[in-house]
C-alpha cells in the first residue's frame, strides 16, 4: 500500500511542476495587516491547446513509425 501512495504523491508533484512550467496555474497573494489572502487560477483554455498540441504530435509520430515499418516491410519482402 505505501509504494503506490508513493507513486501517487510522485504523480501529483510532476502533474503540478509539469502545470507550474507550461503555465496552466497561477498564483497571486495580497498582504494586509491582519491577514494573508492566496489565490490559484487555473488556465483551462491553456491546457486544453497543449492537449491538443500533444495530441496532434503524437498521432504525427504514430503515422511516422507506420510508415517506416511499411517500408522496412516491403524492402524485406523484395
Do not use: C
Amino acid at each position: 500500500m505505501k509504494p503506490i501512495l508513493i507513486v501517487l504523491i510522485l504523480i501529483v508533484i510532476a502533474v503540478v511542476g509539469l502545470g507550474a512550467y507550461r503555465g496552466w496555474f497561477h498564483l497571486s497573494s495580497r498582504n494586509d495587516q491582519a491577514k494573508a489572502d492566496v489565490t490559484v487560477s487555473v488556465d483551462k483554455d491553456k491546457i486544453v491547446a497543449d492537449k491538443d498540441q500533444v495530441m496532434d504530435k503524437a498521432q504525427s509520430l504514430g503515422h511516422e513509425a507506420a510508415d517506416k515499418v511499411t517500408a522496412t516491410t516491403q524492402k524485406a519482402s523484395n
